[in-house]
């Protein structure tokens, strides 16, 4: 059904080299990656392992573009806990590497586990530039010499979060971003076209622990984001690109959004504004609820707030195997979203077990669906022989001044969502429940259901009478 495109693309269209930053915790990967995408993508705080999933972006140095991946610190572990759960994804993103940068905190000095992932990284056999960051000023002199014993060549001095030492970065990597050309030119790769027009952004949210990233996983088809019973393991937003059914898609995981009461510490508050962003520059939201307690208070303001930034919206009720009457249980959930979220009368919800990758096809079909409503346009004869007929049927009331509101012309401004501007005598005097009314039959005529509309009113005649 699917397959994951984890390759990003130069602008003609070739693959770019791929670029892993690993390293112990707290040595500043993530402020190196943001510095080599050139802005505030991955979350970056004073406080260890704040990054867990890998998360990819495009880097350029100069004239050098490549695919530069962050990851999350390396630790000795090796069960079943989320230290080795990270270590599994850090292990999967050096698999694909073209180059690695193993990154140290020269002020902190070398210490006995960047030693053991240093020998760790020539066993893997992949080329190694060894990064020795936070070097700037003074302090940093004695961890930068210490990092010649690690036997990894000549360390670069690096200062991420100011910018310095990235010439010296630049050509360490350029001769793999080089190599990855030859061999992109000698496959016959590019054709010149852009890969990334026309690419659906979607985003799956939801309060913690509802399976978010367990459904992006089955829809990748890969172990690609962390899971396991812990709540609140995904913290960054993370974005991967994937192709459906021929449909270039940026498929974004994000961390659990709970109760402003209930958030705890900056880096939950971090975490959260990721989110919110997230949904702010998707297309498509998926709202994922956990079907064992459907519907909570939290999830209704999450539906609000995507209704409120335009985006098409989905609900999925995860967990579906674990529901005893699944007839009540739909039957109540559809009656709940028709009370509470009348802006967004006839959302598609679809019932789903990502763990059991049930349904995921019913899924995408509603988000395609979703996606084709909130692009929708309508001619403006359509939508005036509309106007028309609705007012005949029912005529605007008096407004306060007695006198009868005219509806004189309706036209589309916009899509993504539907726009719609009508000119009317009185446009401050058309009561709010009159304009639901307009805007309840506009989404039943013009069959839009579940999409975010906007009916605006401005005051004058037919902007394309000639007559005027």
């Known amino acids: 059904m699917t397959s994951v ?32 995408v050139g802005r505030q993508v991955a979350l ?16 350029k140095l100069a004239d050098a573009s490549f695919r530069v991946v962050d990851t999350a610190g390396l630790e000795e572990a090796f069960d079943e806990s989320l230290g080795a759960r990270m270590r599994r994804q850090t292990e999967q993103a050096l698999d694909e590497a073209s180059v690695v940068l193993l990154v140290v905190d020269a002020r902190a000095g070398i210490t006995p586990l960047d030693r053991h992932f240093a020998d760790w990284l020539r066993r893997s056999r992949r080329p190694v530039v060894l990064v020795a960051n936070k070097c700037e000023g003074r302090a940093a002199d004695a961890g930068l010499y210490d990092a010649y014993e690690m036997g990894l060549g000549e360390p670069l001095a690096v200062s991420a979060e100011h910018g ?16 990855a050309a030859v061999t992109a030119a000698a496959r016959g790769e590019g054709d010149g076209s852009d890969d990334d027009a026309g690419v659906l952004q979607l985003a799956i949210v939801g309060r913690p622990n509802v399976g978010k ?13 962390l899971t396991g019973p812990e709540a609140g393991i995904t913290r960054d937003a993370i974005a991967v690109q994937w192709r459906h059914d021929g449909r270039e898609i940026a498929l974004v995981d994000t961390a659990g959004l709970r109760r402003r009461a209930r958030v705890d510490g900056r880096l939950e508050k971090m975490s959260g504004a ?41 609900v999925a009720a995860n967990k579906w195997d674990l529901v005893g009457d699944r007839g009540a249980a739909i039957q109540q959930l559809r009656e709940r979203l028709e009370t509470s979220l009348p802006q967004l009368k006839g959302v598609p919800v ?7 990758r049930s349904n995921l096809k019913g899924l995408m079909a509603a988000v395609v669906g979703a996606y084709e409503i909130w692009n929708k346009r ?6 005036n022989n509309w106007l028309r007929d609705v007012t005949e049927r029912h005529p605007p009331p008096l407004a306060p001044n007695k006198r009868r509101i005219k509806l004189r012309y309706v036209t589309q401004a916009k899509a993504r969502p539907p726009r719609f501007v009508m000119f009317t005598s009185q446009p401050d005097a058309l009561p709010d429940s009159y304009l639901r009314y307009l ?11 579940g999409t975010p509309l906007r009916l605006m009113t401005r005051k004058g005649d037919n902007p394309y009478d000639p007559k005027r």
Do not use: C, H
């Open 439 to 449: 805007e309840n039959n506009l989404r039943d005529a013009f069959d839009l259901p």
């Open 213 to 225: 990233s367990t459904l992006v996983n089955a829809l990748l088809g890969e172990d690609r984001m």
């Open 274 to 314: 990721d989110s919110l962003k997230a949904i702010r520059f998707a297309q498509v939201v998926v709202l994922l609820l956990d079907a064992t307690v459907m519907l909570e208070r939290q999830d209704l303001t999450i539906a609000r707030y995507v209704a409120e930034e335009g985006r098409a919206l989905v």
């Open 5 to 36: 495109d984890s390759q990003y693309m130069a602008a003609n269209g070739t693959a770019l080299a791929t670029v892993v930053i690993v390293g112990r915790p707290n040595v500043g990967k993530s402020t190196l990656f943001n510095r080599l």
């Open 378 to 383: 309508i001619p403006t004869a359509a939508l």
């Open 44 to 59: 970056v705080d004073d406080q260890p392992g704040v990054t867990r999933d890998r998360r990819e972006g495009e880097g």
């Open 350 to 356: 679809v019932t789903l077990s990502a763990l059991n």
């Open 164 to 179: 310095q030492g990235l010439a010296g970065l630049y050509e360490a990597i350029v001769p793999w971003v080089d190599a």
